[in-house]
C-alpha cells in the first residue's frame, strides 16, 4: 500500500515523536545529547542484531508474567516451546519482524512502486547539517562501536563548519512526488553519484542537527514533522532531530515499519542516553582528526537536477503554508482519574473527538484510530471506527441537550461508549476488523483484473474511507508529543495520550478546517465529561 503510493511521503505518511527533555538540563546541550542519543541507539543495534533484545510481549496480566521470575524461568525453556509457555499466562509475544529495517535501511523512488533497501554490513552515520552532507564510521571492522569521545569529536567538528547553505538542497528530492523523484534519482546516478547516493541509502541511520533553538509546541511540531525542507532525509527509515537546545524526535518513514518498533527504538535511546549518558557535558572530545574521519558527501548537478530541486522546493514552501498545527494539555485529569471511574481513558479520548466535531460543524464523519496487530506474524495494523450509534447517542446528549439529562444519565452512556470501545479495540487487535480485510480482496481484485465488487463502488465505502477525523495514539513517559498531517484535505490529523494526570492532543488541520477552534471544542467536551462524572451540571 505505502511503496504503490505516489503522493510526496512528508505529510502524506511520515509521522513524528518528540522526545521529553533529558532531566539533567545540562545534559540537553546539543552536542552532548546528540552524542548521548546516536551512542544509545547504536547500542540498541547492537543488541538486537546479538539477539538478545528482550522480546516485544503484550501481557494480559502483569502481576503473573511482567515479572523478573517468569522471565528468568522462560529463558530456560526451549524457543520451540516458549511461547506456549508465555500463553499459559496470558503473555503473548509480539511480532518483531520489522525491527531489522529500523537500521542500514532506505526507501528508494522507482517508477510506479517504491523498494525498501537495507545494507546491514555498512557501518556510517550520516549527517546532515544546513543542508551539508557528512558521513564517518560509527562501528569499526569488527562490529564494535566508536568510541564516545571519537563520535562527540566528530560531531564538534561538523557543528563547526562554518560552510553556508548549498545553493540546491538535494535534500528537497525527498520531498517530490514518488515517480518524479525517481526520474531524477535515475538521472543523479547516470551523472556519476551512484557511489555517494549508496553512502545515504546505506547509512546506519541519519542525523539531523539543527541550527536553532524550539520556540514552542507548534514550533517542535512543524519542525520535526517537515522542517524547511534543507535538513532532513524524508526516505530514510528513521530520522534522529536535534535542535540547537537539545530538543529531540524521530521522524520516520512508514512503508518499512510501524509506530510499535518505533517506539521501542524511542523508549530505549531515552532511557539508556540518561541513565546511562555515554559522555557528560564536561567530558572532553578524542584529539582525533575528523577532517580524516568526517567525510563531506558532495553531489555532481546537472541542470535539469537543479530545476527539479528548484522545482521540489517550491512545492514543498507551498504545501507547508497551508498547513496548520496546535495543540493542548488537559490538566483535569487523565488516566488514573477515569479508570476510577471504570472508563477505558482511550475511549473518553475518542468521545471527546466526536463531541468537539459534532459542535464545531453539527454532524458525525469517519473516524479512524490506528491499532497495532503485532500479535499476529508479520502483522500492522487494523482500523478501530470509534465513531458509532453509543458515541453519537453520547455526543449528541452532550452538546444538543446537556440540560434534559442527569449527571448520572451522561455517566451511563459514556459507560456505553467505553464497554463498546474496548470491544472494537480487541477485536481490531484480534485481527476481527474489516478494513485490511477488504482491502486485501479489493487489490487482490484489481492485480488479477477482476471487476471491482459493487460494494466498493457503493457511496458508503467511499465515505467510510474518507477519514475525516484520523487519530494515532502512542503514550510513554519518553514522549513529549507527536504528531502528523491530515489524511484528506478536508480533515483532522490527531495525534493524542492520555497520561496518568493530563491529556495531550496535537491536532493539524488544511485551510478546510480550522485546528485552532477543534480543539476549543475537544477541550470544552473533556470538561464537559470531566464535570458529569464529577456529578455537576453541564455549563451550556
Same mark, same amino acid.
Given at each position: 500500500?505505502?511503496?504503490?503510493?505516489?503522493?510526496?511521503?512528508?505529510?502524506?505518511?511520515?509521522?513524528?515523536?518528540?522526545?521529553?527533555?533529558?532531566?539533567?538540563?545540562?545534559?540537553?546541550?546539543?552536542?552532548?545529547?546528540?552524542?548521548?542519543?546516536?551512542?544509545?541507539?547504536?547500542?540498541?543495534?547492537?543488541?538486537?542484531?546479538?539477539?538478545?533484545?528482550?522480546?516485544?510481549?503484550?501481557?494480559?496480566?502483569?502481576?503473573?508474567?511482567?515479572?523478573?521470575?517468569?522471565?528468568?524461568?522462560?529463558?530456560?525453556?526451549?524457543?520451540?516451546?516458549?511461547?506456549?509457555?508465555?500463553?499459559?499466562?496470558?503473555?503473548?509475544?509480539?511480532?518483531?519482524?520489522?525491527?531489522?529495517?529500523?537500521?542500514?535501511?532506505?526507501?528508494?523512488?522507482?517508477?510506479?512502486?517504491?523498494?525498501?533497501?537495507?545494507?546491514?554490513?555498512?557501518?556510517?552515520?550520516?549527517?546532515?547539517?544546513?543542508?551539508?552532507?557528512?558521513?564517518?564510521?560509527?562501528?569499526?571492522?569488527?562490529?564494535?562501536?566508536?568510541?564516545?569521545?571519537?563520535?562527540?569529536?566528530?560531531?564538534?567538528?561538523?557543528?563547526?563548519?562554518?560552510?553556508?547553505?548549498?545553493?540546491?538542497?538535494?535534500?528537497?528530492?525527498?520531498?517530490?512526488?514518488?515517480?518524479?523523484?525517481?526520474?531524477?534519482?535515475?538521472?543523479?546516478?547516470?551523472?556519476?553519484?551512484?557511489?555517494?547516493?549508496?553512502?545515504?541509502?546505506?547509512?546506519?541511520?541519519?542525523?539531523?542537527?539543527?541550527?536553532?533553538?524550539?520556540?514552542?509546541?507548534?514550533?517542535?511540531?512543524?519542525?520535526?514533522?517537515?522542517?524547511?525542507?534543507?535538513?532532513?532525509?524524508?526516505?530514510?527509515?528513521?530520522?534522529?532531530?536535534?535542535?540547537?537546545?537539545?530538543?529531540?524526535?524521530?521522524?520516520?518513514?512508514?512503508?518499512?515499519?510501524?509506530?510499535?518498533?518505533?517506539?521501542?527504538?524511542?523508549?530505549?535511546?531515552?532511557?539508556?542516553?540518561?541513565?546511562?549518558?555515554?559522555?557528560?557535558?564536561?567530558?572532553?572530545?578524542?584529539?582525533?582528526? =575528523?577532517?580524516?574521519? +568526517?567525510?563531506? %558527501?558532495? @553531489?555532481?548537478?546537472?541542470?535539469?537536477?537543479?530545476? $527539479?530541486? /528548484?522545482? *521540489?522546493?517550491?512545492?514543498?514552501?507551498?504545501?507547508?503554508?497551508?498547513?496548520?498545527?496546535?495543540?493542548?494539555?488537559?490538566?483535569?485529569?487523565?488516566?488514573?482519574?477515569?479508570?476510577?471511574?471504570?472508563? =477505558?481513558?482511550?475511549? +473518553?479520548?475518542? %468521545?471527546? @473527538?466526536?463531541?468537539?466535531?459534532?459542535?464545531?460543524? $453539527?454532524? /458525525?464523519? *469517519?473516524?479512524?484510530?490506528?491499532?497495532?496487530?503485532?500479535?499476529?506474524?508479520?502483522?500492522?495494523?487494523?482500523?478501530?471506527?470509534?465513531?458509532?450509534?453509543?458515541?453519537?447517542?453520547?455526543?449528541?446528549?452532550?452538546?444538543?441537550?446537556?440540560?434534559?439529562?442527569?449527571?448520572?444519565?451522561?455517566?451511563?452512556?459514556?459507560?456505553?461508549?467505553?464497554?463498546?470501545?474496548?470491544?472494537?479495540?480487541?477485536?481490531?487487535?484480534?485481527?476481527?476488523?474489516?478494513?485490511?480485510?477488504?482491502?486485501?480482496?479489493?487489490?487482490?481484485?484489481?492485480?488479477?483484473?477482476?471487476?471491482?465488487?459493487?460494494?466498493?463502488?457503493?457511496?458508503?465505502?467511499?465515505?467510510?474511507?474518507?477519514?475525516?477525523?484520523?487519530?494515532?495514539?502512542?503514550?510513554?513517559?519518553?514522549?513529549?508529543?507527536?504528531?502528523?498531517?491530515?489524511?484528506?484535505?478536508?480533515?483532522?490529523?490527531?495525534?493524542?495520550?492520555?497520561?496518568?494526570?493530563?491529556?495531550?492532543?496535537?491536532?493539524?488541520?488544511?485551510?478546510?478546517?480550522?485546528?485552532?477552534?477543534?480543539?476549543?471544542?475537544?477541550?470544552?467536551?473533556?470538561?464537559?465529561?470531566?464535570?458529569?462524572?464529577?456529578?455537576?451540571?453541564?455549563?451550556?
Amino acid at each position: 500500500m505505502y511503496l504503490a503510493a505516489r503522493d510526496s511521503i512528508v505529510l502524506n505518511f511520515n509521522p513524528f515523536m518528540a522526545f521529553n527533555p533529558d532531566p539533567k538540563s545540562e545534559y540537553n546541550d546539543q552536542l552532548t545529547r546528540a552524542t548521548n542519543m546516536t551512542v544509545s541507539a547504536i547500542r540498541f543495534l547492537k543488541t538486537f542484531r546479538a539477539g538478545l533484545l528482550e522480546p516485544e510481549v503484550f501481557h494480559l496480566n502483569p502481576a503473573k508474567s511482567d515479572t523478573d521470575t517468569f522471565k528468568r524461568l522462560i529463558r530456560l525453556v526451549p524457543p520451540s516451546l516458549s511461547w506456549y509457555g508465555a500463553y499459559l499466562v496470558s503473555a503473548y509475544p509480539l511480532d518483531m519482524s520489522q525491527y531489522f529495517r529500523l537500521f542500514n535501511s532506505t526507501r528508494i523512488p522507482k517508477p510506479g512502486r517504491d523498494e525498501l533497501f537495507t545494507d546491514d554490513k555498512a557501518r556510517h552515520l550520516l549527517v546532515l547539517r544546513k543542508g551539508h552532507f557528512y558521513v564517518f564510521d560509527i562501528l569499526d571492522k569488527d562490529g564494535n562501536i566508536v568510541s564516545a569521545s571519537e563520535i562527540k569529536a566528530h560531531l564538534k567538528y561538523i557543528l563547526s563548519d562554518n560552510s553556508p547553505a548549498p545553493e540546491f538542497p538535494l535534500t528537497y528530492l525527498t520531498s517530490e512526488n514518488r515517480d518524479i523523484w525517481a526520474e531524477l534519482r535515475q538521472k543523479l546516478v547516470s551523472d556519476s553519484n551512484a557511489e555517494t547516493l549508496r553512502k545515504v541509502d546505506s547509512a546506519v541511520f541519519c542525523l539531523c542537527l539543527d541550527d536553532f533553538p524550539i520556540k514552542d509546541l507548534v514550533h517542535l511540531s512543524h519542525n520535526m514533522l517537515h522542517g524547511d525542507g534543507t535538513n532532513r532525509w524524508f526516505d530514510k527509515s528513521f530520522n534522529l532531530i536535534i535542535a540547537k537546545d537539545g530538543t529531540a524526535a524521530v521522524h520516520f518513514e512508514h512503508a518499512w515499519g510501524d509506530g510499535v518498533a518505533v517506539l521501542r527504538l524511542f523508549n530505549e535511546v531515552f532511557q539508556d542516553s540518561t541513565q546511562n549518558p555515554a559522555v557528560t557535558p564536561q567530558s572532553r572530545p578524542a584529539t582525533t582528526d =575528523s577532517s580524516v574521519a +568526517v567525510q563531506k %558527501l558532495s @553531489f555532481k548537478l546537472s541542470d535539469a537536477l537543479k530545476t $527539479g530541486i /528548484t522545482t *521540489a522546493k517550491r512545492k514543498f514552501d507551498e504545501t507547508m503554508e497551508t498547513l496548520t498545527i496546535d495543540c493542548i494539555q488537559f490538566q483535569r485529569g487523565g488516566k488514573e482519574f477515569l479508570k476510577k471511574q471504570k472508563l =477505558s481513558p482511550d475511549s +473518553v479520548a475518542q %468521545l471527546a @473527538f466526536q463531541m468537539a466535531f459534532l459542535r464545531q460543524y $453539527g454532524k /458525525t464523519v *469517519a473516524t479512524y484510530e490506528s491499532c497495532s496487530t503485532a500479535a499476529f506474524k508479520h502483522g500492522r495494523t487494523e482500523t478501530i471506527r470509534p465513531a458509532s450509534i453509543f458515541t453519537m447517542r453520547c455526543s449528541e446528549a452532550f452538546v444538543r441537550e446537556p440540560s434534559k439529562h442527569s449527571a448520572g444519565e451522561l455517566q451511563q452512556l459514556m459507560a456505553e461508549c467505553s464497554k463498546y470501545h474496548g470491544q472494537l479495540t480487541k477485536e481490531a487487535a484480534m485481527g476481527q476488523g474489516f478494513d485490511r480485510h477488504l482491502f486485501a480482496l479489493r487489490y487482490l481484485a484489481a492485480a488479477k483484473g477482476i471487476p471491482l465488487p459493487e460494494l466498493y463502488l457503493d457511496p458508503a465505502y467511499g465515505k467510510i474511507n474518507h477519514n475525516i477525523l484520523s487519530t494515532s495514539t502512542l503514550s510513554s513517559p519518553a514522549v513529549n508529543l507527536g504528531g502528523f498531517a491530515p489524511v484528506v484535505p478536508d480533515g483532522f490529523g490527531i495525534g493524542y495520550a492520555v497520561h496518568d494526570n493530563w491529556i495531550g492532543c496535537n491536532v493539524s488541520s488544511y485551510p478546510g478546517r480550522n485546528a485552532h477552534e477543534f480543539l476549543h471544542c475537544v477541550e470544552k467536551a473533556l470538561d464537559d465529561m470531566f464535570d458529569a462524572l464529577e456529578g455537576k451540571s453541564i455549563k451550556t
